[in-house]
T-cell receptor
Framework: DAMVIQNPRYQVTQFGKPVTLSCSQT?????MYWYQQKSSQAPKLLFH???????NEADTPDNFQSRRPNTSFCFLDIRSPGLGDAAMYLC????????????FGSGTRLTVV | AQSVAQPEDQVNVAEGNPLTVKCTYS??????LFWYVQYPNRGLQFLLK??????LVKGSYGFEAEFNKSQTSFHLKKPSALVSDSALYFC???????????FGAGTRLAVHP
């Protein structure tokens, strides 16, 4: 089945140690998003790609970076994780036309120790 | 400002009874409306969407929602609740042609046996 896959499901990292979360999709959608979700709050958009065009939200900390090497893959890099960065990170894609809609991955739960 | 309101933090309902989870929105342009469900430590699972057409939208697992333009509402309903419906529900909107999905704060649904 076409889907959005996030790896790993659970990630534990040390305070200040860089970490990368990955997302892949088999939907061939040209828009990909990264959201941060804390404690059952509403997901907060960090950034998105429209094809290779990167769009950063104004309030996304510089500590968060992203890469999209091709249509299928997108990465979230946290350069120096702090305790406040512990959260669920959600990747999503968006289809167009008749397939308009947002598809979310299962998320990666990040713990910072 | 564009926003989504879910006025109830939690909704409690007995199994077998009808349920309603409320959502109102404020956007410029035509709203594209969505409902998602989230189980613990999981991503967002799509339930249904309204883009155009019939105001009553039927979705997954027996859920439906009615788009009411005059009241700017998109309430989620189900005729007979199941214990397995207990989860966190998010309403979301994206103004027509705009890329960002705006989420409500979420409503926790608790269905009691």
């Amino acid at each position: 089945d076409a889907m959005v896959i996030q790896n790993p499901r659970y990630q534990v990292t040390q305070f200040g140690k860089p970490v990368t979360l990955s997302c892949s999709q088999t939907l061939n959608h040209n828009v990909m998003y990264w959201y941060q979700q804390k404690s059952s709050q509403a997901p907060k958009l960090l950034f998105h790609y429209y094809d290779k065009d990167f769009n950063n939200e104004a309030d996304t900390p510089d500590n968060f970076q992203s890469r999209r090497p091709n249509t299928s893959f997108c990465f979230l890099d946290i350069r120096s994780p702090g305790l406040g960065d512990a959260a669920m990170y959600l990747c999503a894609t968006r289809g167009t036309g008749a397939n308009y809609g947002y598809t979310f991955g299962s998320g990666t739960r990040l713990t910072v120790v | 400002a564009q926003s989504v309101a879910q006025p109830e933090d939690q909704v409690n309902v007995a199994e077998g009874n009808p349920l309603t989870v409320k959502c109102t929105y404020s956007v410029s342009g035509n709203p594209y409306l969505f409902w998602y469900v989230q189980y613990p430590n999981r991503g967002l699972q799509f339930l249904l969407k309204y883009i155009t057409g019939d105001n009553l939208v039927k979705g997954s697992y027996g859920f439906e929602a009615e788009f009411n333009k005059s009241q700017t509402s998109f309430h989620l309903k189900k005729p007979s609740a199941l214990v397995s419906d207990s989860a966190l529900y998010f309403c979301a909107v994206t103004p027509g042609g705009y890329n960002k999905l705006i989420f409500g704060a979420g409503t926790r649904l608790a269905v009691h046996p």
